[in-house]
């Protein structure tokens, strides 16, 4: 099996590099998180895809982070804690890359937990727009 395509607004496990743990260094993360695909650029075959952490911490600052419902994280199959799309800092690496968490061993396909709602999509992209014109974003470049 081959891993699924990527799209914005699918929702994916992955071993997300904080901007704090790539200034100490690191190059691998430190948990295995679910993360949000907000942007996908393919140039001859290859993606290039950017994803924000989804996280159990509230945000200091709502406007930066936006909450996911408790419908939408059922279907996606995720915990029952408050979760936020994190909108201060982003990873960004070539798909599929090394860092894709499957759920299940030799399935790739299990890396996705399902794509977010339109309207909560919409809501993410709108406010992280708004965010890197506020230059509150900050970007980690992972694999080549």
Request: charged residues 25%; contains cysteine.
């Amino acid at each position: 099996m081959a891993f699924p395509d990527p799209v914005p607004g699918l929702v994916i496990r992955y071993s997300y590099l904080w901007l704090k743990e790539h200034r100490r260094d690191q190059e691998e993360g430190g948990k295995n998180r679910p993360c949000a695909i907000i942007l996908v650029v393919e140039n001859d075959g290859e993606y290039k895809v950017t994803v924000l952490p989804i996280s159990h911490t509230p945000p200091a600052d709502p406007n930066l982070a936006v909450e996911i419902p408790p419908p939408a994280k059922r279907r996606l199959n995720l915990d029952d804690e408050r979760s936020w799309v994190v909108l201060t800092e982003a990873n960004r690496f070539t798909w599929p890359g090394p860092d894709l968490r499957p759920f299940t061993s030799g399935d790739p396909t299990s890396v996705c937990h399902g794509p977010l709602p339109f309207a909560l999509f919409n809501e993410i992209r709108t406010k992280l727009v708004a965010a890197i014109r506020a230059k509150r974003v900050s970007l980690v470049a992972r694999s080549p």
